[in-house]
């Protein structure tokens, strides 16, 4: 534009000054102006071609997006769909679990025939002495609530069955000194650790296998053997401890090698279990006097230690939770009675519902007849179903 201008002006300038030249000027300047007009015309339909193009283009994102958001939306459907289909499935695994309760592989059937041998065998053991008339067994677990996702992959979480407050006591991680005391459950699952208690204890623990009982803590301590620490949690203090009159402890969860000695509080007391190089492939068992810390007995239960994740005592009798390497579901698949109550043939397996990773405890709370488990660093609680002894 600006220089058609500049050859114009140049142009007038050079023709201005004869007749003949004002002629050819005129004649100059007309074929000019058709050809500006030409191209004014020209950029009229370019211009009006461009809008034309970006009107359709804007159609066609706005179509592209309306479709985008129908397909959402179909999306969002299939994937609920896929939900419920799941959940459908899982429940009907479930129920085929309960009713045909097979073991999954040949290795565990023999280890199951082996169990009702040893079971067998048991009976002729001597009963310890039972404080209670309780009876109780799982016959299944009838609920789970998932509490919060807090701390490390292993710790554990639990309440003092004997206290009537509802302090929540943590342990996050296999090994630490400070654990987490919140007044109730709400406050742990709404607020964070900012507003927990802390109680520094005077030496770290190991492994998860701790409980708290009658306003004591038990906890495993390792210095160069093991030793049970019993710590007063009001005036915060070591009231005694004990090492674990065993030698050569070995693990005694195949899955959670952290575990030594896992002490268990049900209705009867205090329980350890804990496995030795002697007897390396089964869970042995003791009852602990929680005022002395001293053994009462111990018993060699048929339980294998391989692909065990943790266990718990109810009533007198050991549920240990199996597992696989590659974590499915987990279920108690021995069980070993002290009281030497419980019939021994078809036990019914009892499968947790679902899972993240590896449940590295399991706390029964024999007042709430509920577990308190740590599931990969999920804080969860099953609800359990009892039914008596006999009856199962
Ligand atoms: C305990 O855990 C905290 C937080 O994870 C960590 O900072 C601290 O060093 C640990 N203490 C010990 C003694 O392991
Ligand atoms: C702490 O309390 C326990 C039990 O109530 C008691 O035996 C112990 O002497 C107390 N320790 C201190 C230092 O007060």
Redesign the pocket.
């Known amino acids: 534009m600006m220089q058609t201008q500049l050859v114009f002006i140049v142009a007038f300038s050079a023709f201005v000054s004869t007749g003949r030249g004002q002629q050819s000027l005129m004649e100059y300047m007309e074929r000019r102006i058709v050809l500006l007009e030409e191209r004014i015309s020209q950029w009229h339909d370019q211009n009006s071609r461009h809008g034309t193009e970006l009107r359709d283009f804007k159609n066609k994102v706005l179509t592209m997006l309306e479709n985008l958001e129908k397909d959402k939306d179909a999306w969002r459907n299939e994937m609920e769909n896929t939900n419920t289909r799941v959940e459908r499935l899982e429940r009907e695994v479930d129920y085929l679990e309960t009713q045909n309760p097979a073991p999954p592989c040949v290795e565990v059937d023999e280890k199951l025939t082996e169990l009702q041998i040893n079971k067998a065998q048991k009976k002729k053991k001597e009963k310890y002495e039972k404080l209670t008339d309780c009876s109780d067994a799982i016959s299944q677990v009838n609920a789970m609530k998932i509490l919060k996702r807090f701390?490390?992959t292993s710790g554990l979480w639990t309440k003092d069955p004997l206290s009537t407050s509802d302090k929540i006591y943590i342990f996050?991680?296999t090994?630490?000194?400070?654990v987490y005391v919140y007044p109730r459950m709400r406050d742990f699952t709404l607020s964070s650790t900012r507003k927990a208690a802390r109680i520094k204890l005077p030496y770290?623990w190991i492994g998860t296998g701790h409980v708290v009982y009658g306003g004591n803590l038990y906890y495993i301590r390792r210095q160069n053997e093991f030793q049970v620490i019993k710590f007063d949690l009001s005036n915060k203090t070591v009231v005694d401890s004990a090492v674990f009159p065993v030698e050569q402890q070995v693990p005694v969860y195949g899955l959670s090698s952290f575990n030594y000695i896992d002490i268990a509080a049900d209705e009867e007391g205090l329980w350890a279990m804990y496995a030795t190089k002697e007897n390396e492939k089964n869970v042995c068992l003791a009852k602990i006097d929680p005022v002395t810390l001293g053994i009462e007995q111990m018993w060699d239960t048929p339980c294998p230690i391989e692909n065990a994740e943790t266990a718990f005592v109810i009533c007198g009798a050991v549920y240990v939770v199996y597992n696989t390497k590659l974590p499915s579901r987990s279920r108690v698949q021995c069980i070993f009675d002290a009281s030497g109550t419980m019939p021994g043939e078809d036990l019914p397996l009892v499968y947790f519902p679902k899972r993240y990773g590896a449940h590295s405890s399991m706390k029964y709370n024999p007042k709430e007849k509920q577990i308190y488990a740590w599931d990969d660093g999920y804080q969860i609680i099953y609800k359990l179903g009892m039914k008596a002894k006999g009856e199962l």
């Open positions: 701390g490390s996050d991680g090994t630490n000194d400070t770290p």
